[in-house]
């Protein structure tokens, strides 16, 4: 970690911390790291393909790129139009210090920009959709501040210190979440049978997935309050409250 308001560049820093995180990936993964606008640089795309993962990096709109058979270069800002529509292709990117690469592109309804993503898969092997697997870091964000643990009021200065509470706060995370998945079964489970016959929840589609009001770890936090309001001893779940399914990809999500 750095010392706060500490000046210099981020980039040996990003560099380490990559090679850290290298070496406790099983090599059967499928690496996908995810970044924010403001995060792009040709160093670091080159630096997540030489570890064996693959980039997935936003990009602003401001740019250019050309398709490997033309000699034209056409702005990134006419690629696609709201609406929910979708390119992928092989291109050259910028102009100035051009990358190959795979660019994808989609612009939902609602959006104020279009999402410009450059990685390194080949267009058939890729979602733009996937991108929004990094708006997670967004909700743990929140979860971390101002939903949860209040880091944000934080007087820490030295990074031994901030590294030891950061250790604490992802498995009080871990625990909230856990917390809250198994609270959340068991509701479900146990209103069901005093339902009446008629009742919407037991007409609905088979299948139709539950719309979730609160995040697992509000639910969790919310839950061990209560527990501990009426006077119910803390408890840790099993780890194994989670169904364990095999897993053959890993998404590491970055962000600003």
């Given at each position: ?41 040709d ?7 030489s ?6 990096l ?109 250790l ?15 609270q ?27 719309e ?45």
């Amino acid at each position: 970690m750095v010392n706060a308001t500490s000046p210099g560049s981020w980039k040996p820093h990003w560099q380490k911390l990559i090679s850290q995180v290298q070496g406790v990936i099983p090599a059967n993964f499928r690496v996908i790291v995810a970044a924010d606008r403001g995060l792009y640089a040709d160093w670091l795309y080159q630096l997540i393909k030489s570890v064996g993962w693959h980039p997935f990096l936003r990009i602003n709109h401001q740019g250019t790129y050309r398709l490997p058979s033309q000699q034209t270069w056409q702005p990134l800002a006419d690629l696609v139009r709201p609406g929910g529509q979708s390119w992928a292709a092989e291109v050259l990117c910028f102009k100035t210090n051009p990358l190959s690469c795979t660019l994808l592109a989609r612009w939902d309804l609602d959006y104020k920009d279009p999402w410009l993503i450059l990685t390194d898969l080949k267009p058939q092997e890729a979602n733009v959709l996937w991108y929004g697997l990094r708006s997670c870091t967004e909700g743990v964000y929140r979860d971390l501040k101002s939903d949860g643990w209040q880091w944000h009021n934080t007087r820490l200065l030295l990074p031994q210190r901030a590294e030891r509470m950061w250790l604490v706060l992802a498995v009080s995370t871990l625990w909230m979440v856990i917390l809250g998945g198994t609270q959340e079964g068991r509701s479900l489970a146990s209103n069901l049978p005093q339902l009446p016959p008629e009742h919407i929840a037991l007409n609905e589609p088979i299948g139709l997935k539950k719309e979730r009001h609160l995040s697992c770890f509000l639910l969790g936090f919310v839950t061990l309050m209560a527990d501990l309001l009426n006077n119910i001893p803390i408890h840790l779940e099993r780890w194994s409250s989670f169904p364990h399914t095999p897993v053959d990809s890993f998404y590491a999500c970055n962000s600003s």
